[in-house]
């Protein structure tokens, strides 16, 4: 079966960066569209960003361009989402999701999540 299975969450000062990574079992991450989303307490997950299948793509969500990056290693089979300037609204739980086609609104697979906490 499918697992995403994220890392590298932890507690960072504001201006920091950290690295999450989404290790795959189960389907090979450059055939998927890979997202990251977020979730803060009291609020609605929300897009962080995505890499599409073959080519790469990507695309973010206007509140985190130009500060964090998604990135693939296909060999191990592991997204990576690259958070530099982090700011204290950066503190959510991050997942890791993956769907087959954009003619599927809904991501099929999603991970437990990681818990990123930026102090001020």
């Known amino acids: 079966q499918v697992q995403l299975v994220e890392s590298g969450g932890g507690l960072v000062q504001a201006g920091g960066s950290l690295r999450l990574s989404c290790a795959a079992s189960g389907l090979f991450v450059n055939r998927y569209i890979m997202a990251w989303f977020r979730q803060a307490p009291g609020k609605e997950r929300e897009f962080v960003g995505r890499i599409t299948k073959s080519v790469g793509s990507t695309y973010y969500s206007d509140s985190v361009k130009g500060r964090f990056t998604i990135s693939r290693d296909n060999a191990k089979n592991t997204v990576y989402l690259q958070m530099n300037s982090l700011k204290p609204e950066d503190t959510a739980v991050y997942y890791c999701?993956?769907?087959?086609?954009?003619?599927?609104?809904?991501?099929?697979?999603w991970g437990q999540g990681t818990q990123v906490t930026v102090s001020s």
């Open positions: 999701a993956a769907k087959n086609s954009d003619y599927v609104v809904d991501y099929s697979y």
